[in-house]
């Protein structure tokens, strides 16, 4: 059963414009959500994070934003740039479970093009 | 942050041989974790690898399986054993907890072992 659902395999979007990446949970015990980077032939790499006392979360051009009623969070990088083409995940723990228990999303393949 | 490597970066291995999988930390850390993705699925945990102790293993994953060590705070191994072409996976080495930064982090991720049984 797929806890953490990320429903675009992908997205493309024009160098200079705003990305907006979507991520849906099903699990109420959910209090940690992260946002990674992944290249191909490397590891996920940390992004950006939010607690679930929070609804906003910014890092630069990575702004992440909770909805805990809608259980939706999305990642919106502005603006993008030709590097941020990469596969994200989306990933949560539970307050229940230990540090390093993730549930990830599937991924959403983005491509910036010039 | 810490940096993770992991050795082999790749491999191709046959059916029913055993492959060791290491993990390197250029820092102490708190926790360590085995993760596995196979073609075109997330991420799903195997194990937290406990030093000096058994790792605890994730619903459908074994010990005799996937035997984990965990000798110290920089350093852990996991190992797929009698493999079949099911295991054919990224799999990945995890941590949190720079012991430097006194305790619970972000969550970092090694490059990952890419491995394919015939």
């Known amino acids: 059963d797929q806890q953490v659902k990320q429903n675009s395999p992908s997205l493309s979007v024009q160098e200079g414009r705003i990305s907006i990446l979507n991520c849906d949970y099903t699990n109420s015990m959910f209090d940690y959500f992260l946002w990674y980077k992944k290249y191909p032939a490397e590891g996920p790499t940390f992004l950006i994070s939010i607690s679930s006392i929070k609804d906003k979360n910014e890092d630069g051009r990575f702004t992440v934003f909770l909805n805990k009623s809608a259980k939706h969070l999305s990642l919106h990088i502005v603006p993008s740039q030709p590097g941020d083409s990469a596969v994200y995940f989306c990933?949560?723990?539970?307050?229940?479970?230990?540090?390093?228990?993730?549930?990830f999303g599937a991924g959403t393949q983005v491509v910036v093009t010039p | 942050s810490a940096v993770i490597s992991q050795k082999p970066s790749r491999d191709i291995c046959q059916r029913g041989t055993s492959l060791t999988i290491q993990c390197q930390v250029d820092s102490q850390v708190t926790m360590m974790f085995w993760y596995r993705q196979q073609p075109g699925q997330s991420l799903t945990l195997i194990a937290t690898?406990?030093?000096?102790?058994?790792?605890?293993?994730e619903s459908g994953f074994v010990i005799d399986k996937f035997p984990i060590s965990r000798p110290n705070l920089t350093f852990s191994t996991l190992t797929v054993s009698n493999m079949s072409p099911e295991d054919s996976s990224i799999y990945l080495c995890s941590v949190v907890g720079l012991v430097t930064s006194g305790g619970a982090d972000t969550q970092y991720f090694g490059p990952g072992t890419r491995l394919t049984v015939l």
């Open positions: 690898a406990n030093q000096g102790s058994e790792a605890t293993y």
């Open positions: 990933a949560a723990r539970a307050r229940t479970d230990s540090w390093g228990k993730l549930q």
